[in-house]
């Protein structure tokens, strides 16, 4: 079955540690996303790319940081310089333009040590 | 004051209730999404509107482009639809989407 696979589902980071977070997907989407929710927040965007080997900043893209050299792949580091990094992270896919479907994985905590 | 914005904030309804969970925003727009998010985080996509109106089971959304409203409701409600509702909407360049904070529905037996 075609889906998102995100991992690990939780993690932690010690003081001055880049993390990276996996995104996985199979169902052969350009477009995907990486959002971070904090509790009473609605999602923000932190980076999105669009095609292989391009991806644009978001409205949160300080101390993060991505790549897209596969279509299927993009995952996300969380680097030292994010200094308030603890929150749930959801990697997303969509298909048409404009967006017409979204699919979701299903999500890391990150939490500091 | 946020482009998007659902209410209430939290709905506790009993089984059989219909349901109604509102979002307004402030920007044009090209599309709105209705998401479902259950506890554990994972999120489901219910609809996509430009437009009009879409049915899917117990599940309504509508949307009114002019008033810059749309409404998700829910008919028959049961314990199972207890979630966080999330409206989205997509901005006129097309790619980005703008969340709300989301309501969070409980439905008791």
């Known amino acids: 079955d075609g889906g998102i696979t995100q991992s690990p589902k939780y993690l932690f980071r010690k003081e001055g540690q880049n993390v990276t977070l996996s995104c996985e997907q199979n169902?052969?989407?350009?477009?995907m996303y990486w959002y971070r929710q904090d509790p009473g927040q609605g999602l923000r965007l932190i980076y999105y790319?669009?095609?292989?080997?391009?991806?644009q900043k978001g409205d949160i893209a300080e101390g993060y940081s991505v790549s897209r050299e596969k279509k299927e792949s993009f995952p996300l580091t969380v680097t030292s310089a994010q200094k308030n990094p603890t929150a749930f992270y959801l990697c997303?896919?969509?298909?048409?333009?404009?967006?017409?479907?979204?699919?979701f994985g299903s999500g890391t905590q990150l939490s500091v040590l | 004051k946020n482009e998007v914005e659902q209410s209430p904030q939290n709905l506790t309804a009993q089984e059989g209730e219909f349901i109604t969970i509102n979002c307004s925003y402030s920007?044009?727009?090209?599309?709105l999404h209705w998401l479902q998010q259950h506890p554990g985080g994972g999120i489901v996509s219910l609809f996509m509107l430009s437009s009009g109106k879409k049915k899917h089971g117990r599940l309504i959304a509508t949307i009114n482009i002019q008033e810059k409203h749309s409404s998700l409701h829910i008919t028959a409600s049961h314990p199972r639809d207890s979630a966080v509702y999330i409206c989205a909407v997509l901005g006129t360049s097309g790619s980005r989407l703008t969340f709300g904070e989301g309501t969070q529905l409980t439905v008791n037996p």
């Open positions: 169902l052969n989407h350009d477009a």
């Open positions: 790319s669009q095609i292989v080997n391009d991806f």
């Open positions: 920007v044009g727009i090209s599309a």
């Open positions: 997303a896919s969509a298909a048409g333009d404009p967006i017409e479907k979204l699919f």
